[in-house]
């Protein structure tokens, strides 16, 4: 396995495996890699010949008062793990090389932006498109994969993807949680022992929602209504957001009578984390 600094040394790379034929997979992540990430490695591992793992905390996905400076930065042992998966590649580029002098071109998806953590975060998204973009031009992927635990940004990706014309798949995984369903994360690093029985209240509420759509409930605003009241029990958490959408558009539905997806963001302490389901 290679851990590879220089873009251009990347592409180049890339090069030689496209000459040889190979399809190419492209794993985006930014660093502190966990079981939920070394899945999507896993599936990338399956389905193509050649895989790269990106680690690079990127910037401009952060607001002014978020974490990036304290998001936690592992790459040694990240690049042990990428090579225990079989990774060929860990791509971690610098930020001044991503982002040099005089950058000025950004992606900006409409649309499935504009709310949730798109309304809490403004600006997440359009770092976020314009860094996969950048990352999709330098590996020339055949797959990316991208987990649903961050399930807007999986549609944004999508939404660019398909307005683009990006000549690459982008292959869903589902999330992958701890033995007691708290979902993994990076972010979950943050939470000392108190926090992190609060934060079970997250999967509980999702578990609650999809129990109660299970029971024959299909009116969003009381699913919601159920959900909230649970995570209100919980002293240490505070919502960000509770939302009942359409799975596809992310549109704010009343009655579930297509595949919906509940989204969560919740403080639990000064730690944001997010987690979701699919009732259909
Ligand atoms: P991050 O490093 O947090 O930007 O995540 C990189 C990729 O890993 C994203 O596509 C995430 O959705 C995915 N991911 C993060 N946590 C999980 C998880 N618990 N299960 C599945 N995928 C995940």
């Known amino acids: 396995m290679r851990l590879i600094h220089s873009i251009d040394e990347m592409c180049g790379i890339i090069s030689g495996a496209r000459h040889e034929g190979k399809t190419i997979g492209l794993v985006p992540t930014m660093g502190a890699l966990h079981a939920g990430h070394l899945t999507l490695v896993g599936r990338a591992r399956q389905e193509c010949d050649f895989v790269v793992v990106s680690v690079f905390v990127n910037p401009t996905q952060f607001g002014p008062s978020e974490d990036f400076h304290k998001y936690p930065r592992?790459?040694?042992?990240?690049?042990?793990?990428?090579?225990?998966?079989?990774?060929d590649v860990v791509f971690s580029p610098s930020a001044g090389d991503m982002y040099p002098e005089g950058f000025d071109t950004w992606v900006d998806v409409k649309g499935p932006t504009d709310v949730l953590e798109g309304q809490s975060r403004p600006g997440h998204f359009r770092g976020v498109a314009?860094?996969?973009?950048k990352l999709f031009n330098i590996v020339e992927p055949d797959r990316a994969y991208f987990g649903t635990k961050d399930y807007?940004?999986?549609?944004?990706?999508?939404?660019?993807?398909?307005?683009?014309?990006?000549?690459?798949?982008?292959v869903p995984v589902e999330i992958v949680r701890e033995r007691d369903g708290l979902a993994m994360s990076s972010r979950n690093a943050y939470l000392d022992s108190r926090e992190r029985e609060a934060a079970l209240v997250l999967?509980?509420?999702?578990?609650?929602?999809?129990?109660?759509?299970?029971?024959?409930?299909?009116?969003?605003k009381a699913i919601k209504t159920?959900?909230?009241?649970?995570?209100?029990?919980?002293?240490?958490?505070?919502?960000?957001?509770?939302?009942?959408?359409?799975?596809?558009?992310?549109?704010?539905?009343?009655?579930?009578?297509?595949?919906?997806?509940?989204?969560?963001?919740?403080r639990i302490g000064s730690t944001r984390l997010i987690d979701n389901t699919v009732l259909d």
């Open 74 to 87: 592992t790459l040694e042992s990240d690049s042990r793990k990428c090579e225990s998966g079989g990774v």
């Open 130 to 133: 314009t860094v996969c973009a």
């Open 152 to 170: 807007q940004q999986l549609q944004v990706i999508k939404k660019m993807t398909r307005d683009l014309n990006m000549r690459l798949e982008i």
């Open 203 to 220: 999967s509980r509420s999702l578990d609650l929602a999809r129990q109660t759509f299970a029971s024959g409930e299909h009116n969003a």
């Open 226 to 266: 159920r959900v909230l009241n649970l995570i209100a029990a919980e002293p240490l958490a505070r919502v960000d957001y509770v939302a009942v959408v359409d799975a596809e558009t992310l549109d704010s539905i009343e009655t579930i009578d297509r595949p919906a997806a509940v989204l969560l963001a919740v």
